[in-house]
């Protein structure tokens, strides 16, 4: 079965304390890795996307990085601002159709 | 350029009653995503269309429908409102999903309350 899963469920980090989130997936045919932010209330918004294994992607403090059964999102000196729920998506084939699959996400916290 | 449109913003009802919900998409997207947000849970699939037509759909009942419109924009009904329906309703869209890779994009999400 396609399954994407998240981990830590939730981190708190002190600013400036770098780590790196984690997104295993199981998923047939994988076309597509997608990273989004979610803050409170608000609509997913697109991070990153990454095709194929040993791809590489960066923007500001974040950087993502992806394997043939994971991605990871590093933080690298994070800033309150970076408080989000980050959440990670595959897009596979199932029966001839594309399909995205979410995961739960990671809910992050930068304390000052 | 603007981007995934939704509205109304907030929408409180009534169990029982109906309720719609509409999307415009990013232009030159045809592909339109629906997804339900029940507060602290993930994103479940509920519908996908492109070309105005359904192309998949998610584990929920009939009272969930929607239709895509030739403008490629799409709304989204709800039928006999129960009060598990509260969420917060996200539409997303893409250069067509029938191909592989595409980066799907989110709207701001309509928060749907049934009382």
């Known amino acids: 079965e396609d399954q994407v899963t998240q981990s830590p469920e939730a981190l708190r980090l002190q600013e400036g304390e770098s780590s790196s989130l984690n997104c295993s997936y199981t998923v047939s045919g994988l076309r597509g890795l997608f990273w989004y932010r979610q803050d409170p209330g608000k609509g997913p918004e697109f991070l990153f996307t990454?095709?194929?294994a040993g791809e590489e992607k960066e923007k500001e403090r974040l950087k993502a990085t992806l394997t043939k059964k994971e991605s990871f999102l590093h933080i690298t000196a994070p800033k309150p601002e970076d408080s989000a729920t980050y959440l990670c998506a595959v897009q596979g084939t199932t029966s001839g159709t594309y399909k995205y699959i979410f995961g739960t996400g990671t809910r992050l916290k930068v304390l000052a | 350029e603007a981007g995934v449109t939704q509205s109304p913003t907030h929408l409180i009802k009534t169990r029982g009653q109906q309720a719609t919900l509409r999307c415009s998409p990013i232009?030159?997207?045809?592909?339109v995503y629906w997804y339900q947000q029940a507060l602290g849970l993930g994103l479940q699939f509920l519908l996908w269309y492109d070309e105005g037509e359904e192309r998949n759909r998610g584990n929920f009942p009939p009272r969930f429908s929607g239709r895509q419109f030739p403008n490629y924009s799409s709304e989204l009904n709800v039928n006999a409102l129960e009060l598990e329906d509260s969420a917060l309703y996200l539409c997303?869209?893409?250069?067509?999903?029938?191909?592989?890779?595409?980066?799907?994009?989110f709207g701001e999400g309509s928060w749907l309350t049934v009382v």
């Open positions: 997303a869209s893409s250069v067509t999903g029938e191909e592989s890779g595409n980066t799907i994009y």
């Open positions: 232009s030159g997207h045809t592909s």
């Open positions: 990454l095709y194929s």
